[in-house]
């Protein structure tokens, strides 16, 4: 064992973390481009549908409907950012598993 091998041994245990990292971070944006979608209809639907079926409602249906389409513009924002940070992400992985000696050629 030389120096320069105990050298690159700690920046190999590095990459192999940021690796790891990387990976839990993909998952959890690629889970979040479904989940947020159905969590925002799911909370938004159920009270416009209770909305909807009362006698005076439609004023504040109304009001509910232009509410709810602003924190859906908010959601897609949202969204917009995690698929871009998720492609980062990926882009990071592929580059550490270059870096390892781990990349996978294209089929």
Known sequence: MNGQESAESPDQATR????TELNVRSRWYVAQLWQVPLAFVATTAI???QLAS?????VIL???LVGAGAIGF??????????A???RAVENL???EKE????VDKM
């Open 62 to 64: 109304a009001l509910a």
């Open 85 to 87: 940070d998720a492609k």
């Open 47 to 49: 009270p416009l549908a």
């Open 16 to 19: 192999r973390a940021q690796l």
């Open 100 to 103: 390892l000696g781990l990349a």
């Open 74 to 83: 908010l959601v897609f924002l949202h969204l917009v950012g995690v698929r």
């Open 54 to 58: 009362k006698a005076n409602g439609r």
């Open 94 to 96: 592929k580059k550490i």
